[in-house]
């Protein structure tokens, strides 16, 4: 058996030549083009072709991709398939005297022109059926070769996107054929410069990443209007943009990868428009969103309840669980926000709470509360951080009298008091308050009350009463 994406690649160009429905069977015009020893992409042209009354010129092209390269030289270095259409014809009317310019070599001619005799006779064409112009080398291209329709990326440039998805590009010689669209015949993933036959590539696909075009044609957009009317897909599409960092909704026209034809989206869907956001988020990553401190001791103060108590259900509010779920939590809350910078009005206090129940959000508070009263009546904050005790800053002279240290978590998890000078510089970090006054205190008070004369010092700190303030002046 073939490997299966080449086999999926080889029915989708059967589709795209119409040799086969949707269902993969056969069609009428596939029984016609088995009947031509051709590779189909051939057969299709000229099938289509004789339809145009362009067949004679359709079997040129058709022995021009299958045989060697009729130029020599420098010529060769061209990628335009009219040269090489008027050195045939060249030959045709000189014979071997065409080799005079040392451009073309006549035996090659002399094979192509005995193949497109041989194409002729198979569908019974005359030497010359219709007039025919340049444009109707790139339509005729174009029917063998729908996936390899290219666009050329911006003004002027070599670059190409093929119908296929696939990048591709000119030579950097080839200042002829720099056009807005592209027939291409030929081409290749990686040859840096031009080799091997003119064929080398006619029967296959170009390879993957960005390779060289070989042979190709000018197109027109209105050719692909005429020719893939069939095959043009308008949808509307909703997506993130890197550059913009905004959601964008236009409505679009393509033939395959290639974009023909953009305008703004009136209406989008508000749920596209979310799923859309939801992506921008999960590309930019949560510092994108509006944190402040109290969202951040929020998420601790979850994270650090749900390692206290693993057996109840307290949810994961990591950063990557978070990114994981955004759907879930931060979705509700993005109508009306289609940028990025429209993150700063997000509610992100409001969302991430919303994750808790009544019941849970009750048992955070009493549990892993924000602020702790201590014995001077002061009100002060705790610091959280995922699996570590949580952390109570307060002077020394307002802990006078108390013995033990504040607990949390229903008792189970002992406060890290860190206790400060009157400067509220850090004196001393301890969970045992009681070890601190009986062992550490008058080393303290030794040092620092020379320093802090207007603070209280007692010699008994049980029995003295704590204070946020100075000692009063006698």
Request: proline fraction near 6%.
């Amino acid at each position: 058996s073939p490997p299966p994406a080449a086999l999926a690649q080889a029915q989708e160009l059967l589709r795209q030549l119409d040799a086969v429905d949707v269902d993969g069977r056969i069609t009428g015009a596939g029984r016609e083009m088995v009947q031509l020893p051709l590779h189909p992409r051939l057969g299709h042209m000229l099938r289509v072709g004789a339809k145009m009354r362009h067949v004679a010129l359709a079997c040129d092209l058709a022995a021009l991709v299958s045989e060697r390269d009729i130029l020599i030289g420098e010529a060769r270095r061209s990628c335009d398939i009219e040269l090489r259409l008027d050195a045939l014809r060249q030959y045709r009317r000189l014979g071997h005297n065409a080799v005079q310019d040392r451009l073309v070599d006549a035996n090659a001619c002399a094979r192509v022109d005995q193949a497109a005799r041989q194409y002729r006779r198979l569908v019974a064409a005359a030497e010359e059926d219709h007039v025919t112009g340049r444009q109707d080398v790139g339509r005729l291209l174009a029917l063998a070769y729908p996936d390899r329709i290219a666009m050329q990326r911006s003004s002027n440039e070599p670059r190409y996107l093929l119908a296929n998805g696939r990048g591709t590009r000119l030579p950097p010689w080839e200042m002829r054929l720099r056009h807005p669209l592209l027939a291409v015949a030929s081409a290749d993933a990686d040859a840096p410069e031009r080799g091997g036959t003119a064929s080398s590539s006619a029967a296959g696909g170009a390879g993957g990443g960005e390779g060289f075009i070989y042979l190709a044609a000018p197109l027109a957009m209105a050719d692909l209007e005429e020719l893939f009317a069939n095959r043009l897909q308008t949808t509307d599409v909703v997506r993130w943009d890197v550059q913009q960092e905004a959601v964008i909704a236009r409505r679009e026209r393509r033939l395959g990868a290639l974009l023909l034809d953009s305008t703004p989206l009136a209406h989008a869907s508000a749920e596209k428009m979310r799923s859309a956001m939801l992506d921008g988020v999960s590309r930019l990553g949560l510092k994108a969103l509006p944190w402040d401190d109290a969202a951040r001791q929020w998420q601790a103060r979850v994270l650090c309840m749900r390692a206290w108590f693993p057996q109840e259900n307290w949810p994961d509010v990591s950063d990557a669980a978070l990114v994981a779920s955004l759907d879930d939590w931060l979705g509700p809350y993005l109508d009306g926000i289609t940028r990025r910078d429209h993150l700063a009005r997000l509610n992100l206090g409001q969302a991430l709470k919303a994750q808790l129940d009544w019941n849970q959000t009750k048992q955070l508070d009493q549990d892993a509360p924000t602020h702790l009263e201590v014995p001077s009546g002061s009100r002060l904050r705790l610091e959280y951080a995922p699996g570590a005790s949580p952390v109570l800053a307060v002077k020394l002279q307002e802990m006078f009298g108390l013995a033990d240290t504040p607990r949390v978590a229903r008792g189970r998890v002992a406060v890290t008091l860190h206790l400060l000078s009157p400067a509220r510089r850090p004196i001393q970090v301890t969970q045992d308050l009681r070890g601190f006054w009986d062992r550490t205190y008058a080393e303290v008070k030794k040092e620092l009350k020379g320093r802090y004369p207007k603070h209280p010092w007692p010699e008994d700190p049980w029995n003295a009463d704590p204070t946020a303030r100075r000692a009063r002046k006698r």
